[in-house]
């Protein structure tokens, strides 16, 4: 009889000891799970937080450069504009008063008509500036080939480009972000870059618009936190953003520069 007790007394040992497993398991899965979740929720949170830090520095990079593009819109219109509607100014009320030899009038008529010109070429470019019209008029393609022959008459560069694009193909705002960024880029080669060549590319693969721009200037380290927080790059990440499109760069030091811009 007693040996019947012990033999159920073990087997309740066993049994308690092994839900008490069972339940200790429980418990561990359970805290594995909730960690695990808690984890995946901070990895979003944190995923989230960067998306719209990354958003913030975009719109602060627009309003950046569209404060730059204001100052410099304001500063042709000072130096350019104001200071030859001066001159006119001037010589109008010369012959205002009247009391000018007839040499003395056509030197003073003369100039009017020479600041006049002068004044009307600088709102052209200031308005070409703003909107090349050649854009506006016949679009991207020819824009783009307009603004490369003039780097390559002017001999700062020498550009070559390879243009597979469908007239139209992009909305007209699209496309001047797209002209903007190529503007941007062909400077930093030139300014920065000190580059003597550059290729520009673009072509269609499967419904996507592939945007190369490259150049074989001193490059630069593209884990260098400076290069990537500089007002060019951000303009241009801005436009890439505003696309919603994505892009990579490809550089090294004196190994030339290259990014691909997929819309």
């Known amino acids: 009889m007693e040996e019947l007790f012990t033999e159920e007394n073990q087997v309740i040992t066993i049994v308690l000891i092994g839900v008490l497993l069972l339940l200790l398991m429980g418990v561990a899965l359970l805290l594995f799970f909730f960690f695990s979740r808690k984890k995946i929720v901070e990895k979003e949170l944190e995923k989230k937080t960067l ?5 913030k520095e975009i719109i602060q990079s627009i309003i950046v450069t569209q404060e730059k593009e204001r100052k410099r819109i304001a500063q042709d219109l000072h130096d350019d504009i104001s200071s030859k509607l001066n001159v006119i100014n001037l010589n109008a009320n010369l012959l205002k008063e009247g009391e000018l030899t007839p040499e003395e009038y056509l030197i003073v008529n003369d100039s009017i008509l020479d600041a006049t010109d002068k ?23 020819d824009a783009l080939e307009e603004l490369a022959d003039s780097f390559n008459n002017s001999r700062k560069i020498t550009i070559e480009y390879n243009l597979e694009y469908p007239k139209a193909y992009l909305k007209p705002e699209k496309e001047l972000h797209l002209f903007r960024i190529t503007q941007e880029l062909i400077n930093n080669s030139v300014r920065h870059g000190k580059a003597k060549n550059c290729t520009i590319r ?42 919603k499109g994505s892009y990579i760069i490809k550089s090294a030091k004196n190994k030339g520069f290259k990014t691909i811009i997929t819309i």
């Not at 709102?123 to 991207?140: C, Q, T, V, Y």
């Not at 200037?217 to 500089?230: A, E, P, T």
Request: charged share 25%; aromatic share 6%; proline share 3%.
């Open 51 to 55: 998306e719209i830090n990354h958003q």
């Open 119 to 141: 004044t009307l070429e600088s709102a052209r470019k200031i308005a070409h500036n703003l909107l090349p019209p050649i854009l506006d008029k016949f679009g991207l393609k």
């Open 202 to 243: 673009i072509n269609l693969t499967d419904s996507k618009l592939i945007f190369t721009y490259s150049d074989n200037g001193v490059g630069f380290n593209v884990d260098d936190k400076n290069h990537q927080l500089g007002l060019g790059m951000k303009n241009i990440e801005s436009r890439v953003a505003l696309l």
